[in-house]
């Protein structure tokens, strides 16, 4: 009795367990035959739906990565901020969408804290954003676009809430603190018509730190009698200034039109629109001729 190889369809002997036309095994029957794509199949697209997962994980370490990268200017409060945002919201986004089963609401909380890294720290955080929003877009195509726990909705929403409102009270009793650690001193100032057109000098200063900061800059901005500014200039900066250390600070003027009066301000960083320090002084100009 015959048997044909049931992949090329070669005769064979009633014994034979392999194809000696195509070597096909003979003994392996149709099924077992199949299984092996299938599982190559399935181990693919296991891989595939642990995308959203994988970019939240990576999203946490890189925006740890970022916000230590982030250079001090921006302010130390502003980069943990960004960092614990980072981790919290993308453990809290990964929970909802494996163990709650909630892809919208993950989704959500994913887009949140992107959008809150960006915003305290910018293009330095720009990176773990982008792997926090393509975490959400992915969530949504591979898991769903349905919510089962509507009350979970409150979880993105306390946690921008929540951020804000640690964000208003820590800056309130940062700014008090900081305040009360600036001092600032033996104002000089020397304007003088130079004779050719042009005034020019000086506002300077002493300034004490009384505490610690990342960064402090003295400004000092010139006005004319309409409150128009007409010269801006960086008297002092220092990153990490020394604690109980008094600096010297020089705002130097160069215009063809005389200040009347000059703004000393403070701040503790390059994106700060509260000043530690304001102090208005007169100018009074004289002849340099």
């Known amino acids: ?80 901020t960004a960092m614990a945002i980072g981790i919290i919201g993308g453990v809290i986004g990964i929970f909802l969408m494996e163990k709650m089963d909630e892809p919208l609401i993950a989704a959500v909380e994913f887009i949140a804290t992107g959008a809150l890294i960006y915003m305290f720290i910018g293009r330095f955080g720009e990176i773990s954003a982008v792997l926090f929003i393509i975490a959400a877009i992915l969530t949504l195509y591979f898991k769903g676009y349905y919510a089962h726990n509507k009350k979970l909705w409150a979880v993105p929403v306390l946690t921008v809430v929540l951020v804000f409102a640690l964000i208003i009270a820590g800056s309130a009793l940062y700014q008090v603190n900081a305040e009360n650690s600036i001092e600032v001193g033996n104002i000089t100032q020397d304007i ?35 409150d128009k500014v007409l010269y801006s200039t960086i008297a002092w900066n220092e990153l990490n200034p020394d604690s109980g250390k008094t600096y010297n600070f020089d705002g130097s003027y160069f215009d063809q039109k005389a200040p009347v009066k000059a703004e000393i301000k403070v701040v503790d960083s390059a994106k700060s629109t509260t000043p530690l320090y304001t102090e208005n002084i007169t100018i009074a100009t004289g002849s340099g001729v």
């Open 1 to 80: 009795m015959v048997q044909y190889c049931r992949k090329c369809g070669k005769e064979l002997e009633d014994d034979a367990e392999f194809c000696d036309g195509c070597g096909f095994n003979l003994n392996e029957t149709p099924q077992k035959a199949k299984e092996e794509p299938v599982k190559n199949t399935e181990s693919k697209s296991e891989f595939v739906t642990k995308l959203p997962l994988i970019l939240a994980v990576v999203g946490i370490v890189v925006s740890i990565a970022e916000g230590l990268g982030t250079p001090m200017l921006m302010g130390w409060n502003n980069i943990l």
């Open 192 to 226: 003088k018509d130079d004779g050719y057109g042009y005034f020019t000098g000086s506002v300077s200063g002493d300034i004490y730190v009384g505490t610690g900061f990342d960064y402090l800059e003295v400004t000092v901005n010139f006005y004319d009698s309409q």
